[in-house]
């Protein structure tokens, strides 16, 4: 059951994540009303895989946000969290035939991503005559040409859907003319970029606009993808980035007969999410002042290529808000405590998380404030593509609370070794040890 704690509990069960409410409602409310203001036929389907917190799954359908779905698992997680498959947008190479074919008979949004989808498509719609069906296709094609420098994939090109340029794409279309109670309906253009670019999104809508006519498709959705940098403070370039791709669809459509779906992941939940930390050891070596944390780089850089964050450092101490969660936990010096303003600053300190790989330093601070025992340090703007990636690697997956107004309510509880052994079925065996 959801408990309302203090803050200081959540002090005293560090690591924890604390998502804020009001920050994903307000970045959610920006982008509803960019749609609204530039093309108010839209959908937004959530990216699930950038972080899938089961509260906020509850949360965003219940703002009559969409689930943005790529695996089988996530199509039934968001199936579990109360969604009809028609309210699903399921995206990516991995789809099975029976989750395909519950989506199809449900009409969902499908965007097919290779050729077995194709075959089984040809099956299922094949085998119901009576029944009208749509499907959408995801579109690969050179991006660099028109955005250079600007895709993660770089020259390469990226990996997913159905090659233009090798007409794949057009060989798909023409195999699925044969069956006459299917439409397809829209082009799947997401790519993951670097740039983030408004130049991205308007070649993104123009390639797809160019290909529809190409290949003579009536579509009634552009599916833009996700990617956006927005959120927080950044929260007004949604308007651009929604201004930008309703310049361009309206070219050929309007918001009367196309749907524009977008799928954020990033935009909508990194900035709500903060991973609260505490120093547990300050230690020099021979050349360096390093300061061990109960976080880990694991849990908010999973690809471990950050070397810098929006943190904040709450000093434990006398006069500090910590002081009093430490009670009996703390050397007596620090609780005898210093003030503020007495802290020295130090020329370097490398924060350093729990485990035992020599890379699980977080960052190295520069002449910043020393920071010693007990202290808290947390770290802002880490919801999106680290809970999703927690390791079960050494320690097991941290609480999550969720903030609202001055209340803290806990929302997920740290795994413990019971959640660990979820699915151990050996003791069965265990007379054959
Ligand atoms: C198909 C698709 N849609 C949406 C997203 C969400 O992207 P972001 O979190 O950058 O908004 C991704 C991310 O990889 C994706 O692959």
């Given at each position: 059951?959801?408990?309302?704690?203090?803050?200081?509990?959540?002090?005293?069960?560090?690591?924890?994540?604390?998502?804020?409410?009001?920050?994903?409602?307000?970045?959610?409310?920006?982008?509803?009303?960019?749609?609204?203001?530039?093309?108010?036929?839209?959908?937004?389907?959530?990216?699930?895989?950038?972080?899938?917190?089961?509260?906020?799954?509850?949360?965003?359908?219940?703002?009559?946000?969409?689930?943005?779905?790529?695996?089988?698992?996530?199509?039934?997680?968001a199936k579990r969290i109360g969604y009809e498959a028609?309210?699903?947008?399921?995206?990516?190479?991995?789809?099975?035939?029976?989750?395909?074919?519950?989506?199809?008979?449900?009409?969902?949004?499908?965007?097919?991503?290779?050729?077995?989808?194709?075959?089984?498509?040809?099956?299922?719609?094949?085998?119901?005559?009576?029944?009208?069906?749509?499907?959408?296709?995801?579109?690969?094609?050179?991006?660099?040409?028109?955005?250079?420098?600007?895709?993660?994939?770089?020259?390469?090109?990226?990996?997913?859907?159905?090659?233009?340029?090798?007409?794949?794409?057009?060989?798909?279309?023409?195999?699925?003319?044969?069956?006459?109670?299917?439409?397809?309906?829209?082009?799947?253009?997401?790519?993951?970029?670097?740039?983030?670019?408004?130049?991205?999104?308007?070649?993104?809508?123009?390639?797809?606009?160019?290909?529809?006519?190409?290949?003579?498709?009536?579509?009634?959705?552009?599916?833009?993808?996700?990617?956006?940098?927005?959120?927080?403070?950044?929260?007004?370039?949604?308007?651009?980035?929604?201004?930008?791709?309703?310049?361009?669809?309206?070219?050929?459509?309007?918001?009367?007969?196309?749907?524009?779906?977008?799928?954020?992941?990033?935009?909508?939940?990194?900035?709500?999410?903060?991973?609260?930390?505490?120093?547990?050891?300050?230690?020099?070596?021979?050349?360096?002042?390093?300061?061990?944390?109960?976080?880990?780089?694991?849990?908010?850089?999973?690809?471990m290529h950050k070397t810098s964050y929006q943190y904040?450092?709450?000093?434990?101490?006398?006069?500090?808000?910590?002081?009093?969660?430490?009670?009996?936990?703390?050397?007596?010096?620090?609780?005898?405590?210093?003030?503020?303003?007495?802290?020295?600053?130090?020329?370097?300190?490398?924060?350093?998380?729990?485990?035992?790989?020599?890379?699980?330093?977080?960052?190295?601070?520069?002449?910043?404030?020393?920071?010693?025992?007990?202290?808290?340090?947390?770290?802002?703007?880490?919801?999106?593509?680290?809970?999703?990636?927690?390791?079960?690697?050494?320690k097991y997956l941290p609480s999550v609370y969720l903030?609202?107004?001055?209340?803290?309510?806990?929302?997920?509880?740290?795994?413990?070794?019971?959640?660990?052994?979820?699915?151990?079925?050996?003791?069965?065996?265990?007379?054959?040890?």
């Amino acid at each position: 059951m959801n408990r309302v704690v203090t803050e200081k509990e959540i002090w005293e069960n560090t690591p924890s994540f604390v998502l804020d409410k009001l920050a994903l409602e307000e970045n959610l409310n920006t982008l509803k009303d960019a749609l609204q203001k530039y093309w108010p036929n839209y959908k937004i389907g959530y990216s699930y895989k950038t972080c899938a917190i089961p509260w906020l799954l509850r949360y965003l359908k219940k703002e009559k946000i969409y689930a943005e779905v790529v695996s089988p698992e996530e199509f039934y997680l968001a199936k579990r969290i109360g969604y009809e498959a028609k309210d699903i947008i399921y995206n990516g190479p991995i789809k099975t035939k029976s989750t395909i074919e519950e989506a199809l008979s449900a009409n969902a949004v499908i965007n097919l991503d290779s050729q077995r989808e194709i075959t089984w498509v040809k099956e299922i719609v094949g085998n119901n005559p009576d029944q009208q069906f749509t499907v959408g296709l995801r579109v690969n094609f050179n991006v660099e040409e028109h955005c250079e420098g600007e895709t993660v994939a770089g020259k390469k090109g990226n990996r997913f859907g159905f090659s233009y340029e090798k007409k794949a794409l057009e060989n798909a279309v023409n195999s699925l003319a044969e069956l006459k109670n299917l439409n397809i309906s829209g082009l799947h253009m997401h790519v993951s970029s670097k740039s983030r670019s408004n130049n991205l999104y308007s070649t993104l809508a123009r390639k797809a606009i160019q290909i529809a006519a190409e290949l003579n498709l009536q579509l009634s959705y552009i599916d833009i993808g996700g990617g956006f940098f927005a959120g927080g403070d950044f929260n007004s370039r949604f308007y651009d980035y929604i201004k930008n791709i309703a310049e361009e669809l309206s070219e050929k459509y309007t918001a009367k007969n196309l749907t524009l779906i977008v799928e954020p992941g990033a935009s909508l939940i990194a900035s709500p999410i903060s991973l609260y930390s505490r120093v547990i050891d300050v230690k020099d070596s021979f050349i360096e002042r390093l300061v061990v944390t109960d976080a880990s780089r694991c849990l908010i850089d999973p690809f471990m290529h950050k070397t810098s964050y929006q943190y904040e450092h709450v000093e434990s101490g006398a006069n500090s808000f910590l002081q009093s969660s430490l009670s009996g936990f703390l050397p007596n010096e620090l609780l005898a405590g210093k003030f503020l303003e007495s802290r020295q600053t130090k020329e370097t300190q490398t924060i350093c998380g729990y485990t035992c790989m020599e890379n699980d330093r977080l960052m190295q601070l520069e002449n910043e404030q020393e920071i010693k025992i007990g202290d808290g340090i947390i770290y802002h703007t880490v919801g999106s593509y680290t809970i999703c990636f927690n390791p079960l690697f050494i320690k097991y997956l941290p609480s999550v609370y969720l903030k609202k107004e001055n209340q803290f309510v806990l929302i997920r509880e740290a795994w413990k070794v019971d959640n660990f052994l979820t699915g151990d079925i050996s003791v069965e065996y265990e007379k054959d040890f």
